[in-house]
């Protein structure tokens, strides 16, 4: 079976301990260390190669440039995953937009974070989620039925709209034949050539389209804490 597909993980591969960390009552972070944790011990070269990738990243500071606190989201048209187009300003409105980006169904802290996101969302109440990733609809539909998530996961073509936000980067070769070596070759994913990638953020958006909390970081094995969203959306509506 292919590293994409549906079907049982085998025993200590990075899906198998998403399987057996989800819904676990732990923190985002902490389930998402014990896929480092257990990953490494697994695969000490392969970690090696994403940490110096990482580092590579955080030393150019990929990422600074997306939009900042109190700067306006750039609006976008993208298609979801019924094929249905979707623009920002048909998201805005009187509740707080949660903008998510993320890898991909083949990455397993992606799978993780996004069935964390699912399970809050009655915390978040009315506020809406989209999810923005640049793979295509057959696995953004995956993603969303195994996450057993109710928001839309919309479709950038490239990483399109990343790049044109300061949130695209290209995988260098050493870290693609590793993704190779695991069954994961990201261009068949997202139906085009490219080996880029949106680097996970989540902004929340006020109803005028501005950002008024955002987490923007590198190191994809690092995302925004559950519970720092929800005071973000809770302190939003407060008008703080």
Same mark, same amino acid.
């Given at each position: ?31 998402? #260390? +014990?896929?480092? &944790?257990?990953?490494? %011990? ?5 970690? *090696?190669? =994403?940490? /110096?990738?990482?580092? @590579? ?61 699912? #399970? +809050?969302?009655? &915390?978040?109440?009315? %506020? ?5 990733? *640049?793979? =295509?609809? /057959?696995?953004?539909? @995956? ?69 008024? %909390? ?27």
């Amino acid at each position: 079976m292919a590293a994409d597909e549906t079907g049982p993980a085998e025993p200590g591969s990075p899906i198998d301990i998403v399987a057996r960390y989800n819904r676990r009552p732990l923190a985002l972070s902490e389930r998402l #260390e +014990a896929i480092v &944790r257990e990953t490494r %011990a697994a695969n000490p070269s392969g970690m *090696a190669v =994403v940490d /110096r990738f990482v580092a @590579r990243l955080e030393a150019a500071r990929a990422g600074a440039d997306a939009p900042a606190l109190g700067e306006a989201l750039p609006p976008f048209l993208l298609p979801d995953h019924d094929g249905a187009l979707v623009s920002l300003a048909g998201l805005l409105g009187n509740e707080p937009l949660v903008v998510v980006f993320h890898r991909g169904h083949w990455c397993p802290y992606c799978r993780m974070t996004i069935a964390a996101l699912a #399970e +809050a969302q009655p &915390r978040l109440g009315a %506020a809406r989620i989209v999810a923005i990733s *640049a793979e =295509v609809q /057959r696995y953004t539909r @995956r993603i969303r039925a195994e996450a057993l998530a109710q928001f839309r996961f919309l479709s950038d073509m490239d990483a399109a709209y990343a790049a044109s936000i300061g949130l695209a980067i290209t995988i260098e070769p050493a870290l693609r034949a590793v993704l190779e070596q695991a069954g994961k070759r990201i261009p068949d994913f997202q139906g085009g050539q490219a080996w880029v990638l949106p680097i996970p953020a989540v902004f929340v958006v006020d109803r005028n389209g501005m950002v008024r %909390a955002r987490h923007v970081d590198p190191d994809y094995r690092r995302r925004m804490e559950i519970d720092d969203l929800v005071a973000a959306v809770a302190a939003l509506r407060r008008g703080v």
